[in-house]
């Protein structure tokens, strides 16, 4: 049951509340008086969306507050609008939540039949959702469970069908791709270990020949330049014997010369790792055929890796798809026999619910002011889901006057007409914990003694359930428990829109209002309150 609504900036509303009463709740006023606003708010904190061109003039945003009472408690929700984003926030009980769990939250909430909902009575979609709310919850779960694996199946099958045929059609492609690779055998970051290692090699041989030419200068055909020093350093002490001027070169050239015998010794050691040619020459051939295969793949060495194990698993799953094939079609005989057994069910019950439903609905509409002798049935038709598997699906046809074959609503039925279907609807199908209902011109293009059998039907779900009724006709807005009056006023050049409760005399006045005025409607308005 909605308690409270709180309405904050919207349109011309600038600060709006209203508290609620169990059973008839009616709100009247004016066309154009703002009656259309509270129920865009009441929309919009139910998971519809609202623009910020709906936000009061000059305002940064809008809020929708409303408190229900629920057999589990009390739920407050409220939602903000921003107009500088036009972004909103929606908070249950006082936490920020989404939009999507507030529309979950709908159904248990409010139910709102308007010209809207007529509309979409006339679908027949909602003939269907109609029939099936009577069908066993068990066995409609069974079906839609059973209908998304047949489809799961038969998706999973067509696309391994389809893999099949092109990676088959590939196959003697992917092998002679497969065996290129696998000739070389290439390895993770093999190319640039091996110019790598054929640069370290490359080092080597350059300083090999250095080394030979520094050794072929100390050691050469010349003669050894080590022994041609001593030779020097022998003349160069007979000098300094007859000219102490010339001893300290005796010990230069003696340091020079021990110089060039360790000199001579590393070299002789050589570089140190050296490598032989054939290694080099084996780097070379093995960078040869990695690059060839890089050009007629055309992809580098990692894509080559790459190409080689996605072949491997095309290959694989080639070997194995059949496998799965045959366990996917024991499968799909399974869940066909299973839904086969489920979909007679489903059928004998929308058979069986479709005359229940008829019958009630047929008894509703009497009640509503039809001819006794009205009828309402479903014609049926048939979808095949699977082969040799085929649902019944419902359109409501009717016949509201004798001597006329059954059509379809939109064929024949009139505004008002579906204003009471609606109503006859709702009726049924209301249960101990329905949620509000909001009838939004329910009434529209009825008069006379239909209007008074509709204001019956409504005071009897009344009886049990909160209704919200927005109407212009005093013999219904007469029968509330509550009574709200909209309208509007202008203000220092603004138009507000305000709600207020009725009591007493001013209900009388609203009424007389609504019956046309003058004693006329005063009389006719002090006539609807007392039930004469």
Same mark, same amino acid.
């Given at each position: 049951?909605?308690?409270?609504?709180?309405?904050?900036?919207?349109?011309?509303?600038?600060?709006?509340?209203?508290? +609620?009463?169990?059973?008839?709740?009616? *709100?009247?006023?004016?066309?154009?008086?703002?009656?259309?606003?509270?129920?865009?708010?009441?929309?919009?904190?139910?998971?519809?969306?609202?623009?910020?061109?709906?936000?009061?003039?000059?305002?940064?945003?809008?809020?929708?507050?409303?408190?229900?009472?629920?057999?589990?408690?009390?739920?407050?929700?409220?939602?903000?609008?921003?107009?500088?984003?036009?972004?909103?926030?929606?908070?249950?009980?006082?936490?920020?939540?989404?939009?999507?769990?507030?529309?979950?939250?709908?159904?248990?909430?409010?139910?709102?039949?308007?010209?809207?909902?007529?509309?979409?009575?006339?679908?027949?979609?909602?003939?269907?959702?109609?029939?099936?709310?009577?069908?066993?919850?068990?066995?409609?779960?069974?079906?839609?469970?059973?209908?998304?694996?047949?489809?799961?199946?038969?998706?999973?099958?067509?696309?391994?069908?389809?893999?099949?045929?092109?990676?088959?059609?590939?196959?003697?492609?992917?092998?002679?791709?497969?065996?290129?690779?696998?000739?070389?055998?290439?390895?993770?970051?093999?190319?640039?270990?091996?110019?790598?290692?054929?640069?370290?090699?490359?080092?080597?041989?350059?300083?090999?020949?250095?080394?030979?030419?520094?050794?072929?200068?100390?050691?050469?055909?010349?003669?050894?330049?080590?022994?041609?020093?001593?030779?020097?350093?022998?003349?160069?002490?007979?000098?300094?014997?007859?000219?102490?001027?010339?001893?300290?070169?005796?010990?230069?050239?003696?340091?020079?010369?021990?110089?060039?015998?360790?000199?001579?010794?590393?070299?002789?050691?050589?570089?140190?790792?050296?490598?032989?040619?054939?290694?080099?020459?084996?780097?070379?051939?093995?960078?040869?055929?990695?690059?060839?295969?890089?050009?007629?793949?055309?992809?580098?060495?990692?894509?080559?890796?790459?190409?080689?194990?996605?072949?491997?698993?095309?290959?694989? +799953?080639?070997?194995?798809?059949?496998?799965?094939?045959?366990?996917?079609?024991?499968? *799909?005989?399974?869940?066909?026999?299973? *839904?086969?057994?489920?979909?007679?069910?489903?059928?004998?019950?929308?058979?069986?619910?479709?005359?229940?439903?008829?019958?009630?609905?047929?008894?509703?509409?009497?009640?509503?002011? +039809?001819?006794?002798?009205?009828?309402?049935?479903?014609? +049926?038709?048939?979808?095949?889901?699977?082969?040799?598997?085929?649902?019944?699906?419902?359109?409501?046809?009717?016949?509201?006057?004798?001597?006329?074959?059954?059509?379809?609503?939109?064929?024949?039925?009139?505004?008002?007409?579906?204003?009471?279907?609606?109503?006859?609807?709702?009726?049924?199908?209301?249960?101990?914990?329905?949620?509000? *209902?909001?009838?939004?011109?329910?009434?529209?293009?009825?008069?006379?003694?239909?209007?008074?059998?509709?204001?019956?039907?409504?005071?009897?779900?009344?009886?049990?359930?909160?209704?919200?009724?927005?109407?212009?006709?005093?013999?219904?807005?007469?029968?509330?428990?509550?009574?709200?009056?909209?309208?509007?006023?202008?203000?220092?050049?603004?138009?507000?829109?305000?709600?207020?409760?009725?009591?007493?005399?001013?209900?009388?006045?609203?009424?007389?209002?609504?019956?046309?005025?003058?004693?006329?409607?005063?009389?006719?308005?002090?006539?609807?309150?007392?039930?004469?």
């Amino acid at each position: 049951m909605l308690e409270f609504l709180r309405i904050q900036n919207l349109a011309l509303i600038e600060d709006l509340e209203m508290e +609620f009463a169990p059973g008839l709740n009616v *709100l009247t006023g004016e066309s154009g008086a703002g009656k259309s606003f509270i129920l865009r708010a009441l929309d919009f904190i139910l998971g519809e969306k609202l623009g910020p061109g709906m936000i009061r003039s000059g305002r940064e945003k809008a809020l929708v507050e409303a408190v229900f009472q629920l057999p589990e408690g009390e739920t407050l929700l409220r939602r903000e609008l921003t107009a500088e984003t036009g972004r909103s926030r929606v908070y249950v009980n006082d936490r920020l939540s989404s939009q999507d769990k507030v529309r979950q939250m709908r159904p248990r909430l409010i139910i709102h039949t308007s010209q809207h909902a007529q509309q979409r009575l006339l679908r027949p979609s909602y003939h269907q959702q109609l029939l099936d709310t009577y069908l066993p919850q068990e066995l409609r779960r069974k079906r839609e469970e059973l209908v998304a694996r047949l489809k799961e199946l038969r998706s999973r099958e067509q696309d391994l069908v389809e893999k099949t045929q092109e990676l088959e059609s590939k196959r003697e492609f992917l092998e002679y791709q497969q065996h290129e690779i696998r000739k070389v055998d290439p390895k993770p970051g093999e190319m640039d270990e091996l110019e790598n290692r054929k640069q370290v090699l490359r080092d080597q041989a350059q300083a090999q020949t250095a080394v030979n030419s520094c050794l072929d200068l100390l050691y050469g055909d010349q003669g050894a330049l080590v022994d041609r020093i001593h030779d020097l350093q022998r003349e160069v002490r007979t000098l300094a014997s007859l000219d102490g001027e010339y001893t300290p070169f005796d010990q230069q050239l003696e340091d020079v010369r021990q110089v060039l015998m360790d000199f001579g010794s590393s070299l002789k050691q050589g570089p140190g790792g050296q490598e032989s040619e054939r290694e080099l020459e084996e780097i070379e051939s093995r960078l040869w055929q990695l690059s060839q295969l890089q050009r007629r793949m055309n992809r580098t060495l990692e894509q080559l890796l790459d190409l080689d194990r996605e072949i491997e698993d095309n290959l694989s +799953f080639l070997d194995t798809c059949h496998l799965e094939l045959s366990q996917i079609d024991r499968e *799909l005989k399974q869940v066909h026999s299973q *839904l086969a057994d489920i979909i007679d069910e489903v059928n004998a019950a929308r058979r069986s619910n479709a005359d229940k439903l008829c019958s009630c609905l047929q008894n509703e509409l009497q009640q509503l002011g +039809f001819s006794s002798d009205v009828q309402v049935r479903f014609d +049926f038709s048939t979808v095949e889901l699977a082969p040799g598997i085929e649902e019944i699906q419902g359109r409501l046809l009717w016949v509201p006057n004798p001597g006329q074959p059954p059509q379809p609503l939109d064929q024949i039925a009139s505004g008002g007409e579906l204003s009471r279907f609606l109503l006859a609807l709702v009726g049924l199908t209301a249960g101990d914990e329905f949620p509000t *209902l909001l009838f939004d011109e329910v009434d529209a293009g009825i008069g006379g003694l239909i209007l008074g059998q509709v204001g019956r039907r409504i005071q009897e779900l009344a009886r049990h359930h909160q209704v919200i009724l927005i109407s212009h006709w005093p013999q219904l807005a007469s029968l509330a428990e509550c009574h709200f009056k909209v309208y509007k006023e202008i203000e220092e050049e603004q138009t507000f829109t305000f709600c207020t409760r009725l009591q007493g005399r001013e209900v009388e006045q609203e009424l007389s209002r609504m019956a046309g005025g003058g004693d006329q409607g005063r009389a006719m308005a002090r006539q609807f309150l007392e039930g004469t």
